[in-house]
């Protein structure tokens, strides 16, 4: 179970998908194992709403440094790695646009 959904990764015809349980069609299909698992997990690490008017959403901020301190413990250019360094950017760069907007609104 990832976040409020049950997901299954399925085997087939030599590719892995990943289905939404009770949905037919999957909300994904990749190339190996472990890139159909690190592209759910990116997307629930980064998906949801994000509003708090007038700044940087918390989700972010505390995504970003709980990213900074899981790549600290991985080896550089593990599979995890990579994943972890990934949902890093999304929250810098939503921090950063979130940034951008307020500066421009206070303008």
């Given at each position: 179970?990832?976040?409020?959904?049950?997901?299954?990764?399925?085997?087939e015809?030599?590719?892995?998908?990943v289905?939404?349980?009770?949905?037919?069609?999957?909300?994904?299909?990749?190339?190996?194992?472990?890139?159909?698992?690190?592209?759910?997990?990116?997307?629930?690490?980064?998906?949801?709403?994000?509003?708090?008017?007038?700044?940087?959403?918390?989700?972010?901020?505390?995504?970003?440094?709980?990213?900074?301190?899981a790549?600290?413990?991985?080896?550089?250019?593990?599979?995890?790695?990579?994943?972890?360094?990934?949902?890093l950017?999304?929250?810098?760069?939503?921090?950063r646009?979130?940034?951008?907007?307020?500066?421009?609104?206070?303008?």
């Amino acid at each position: 179970m990832l976040g409020r959904h049950v997901y299954r990764v399925h085997h087939e015809g030599g590719r892995w998908t990943v289905a939404k349980e009770g949905e037919a069609r999957p909300v994904g299909e990749f190339a190996d194992c472990e890139e159909a698992l690190a592209g759910r997990f990116f997307g629930i690490a980064v998906g949801g709403i994000r509003s708090c008017g007038g700044g940087p959403a918390p989700q972010d901020l505390a995504l970003r440094d709980r990213c900074q301190e899981a790549l600290a413990r991985l080896p550089a250019g593990s599979g995890g790695h990579r994943l972890i360094r990934g949902v890093l950017e999304r929250a810098e760069r939503n921090i950063r646009d979130a940034t951008q907007e307020v500066e421009e609104d206070d303008e």
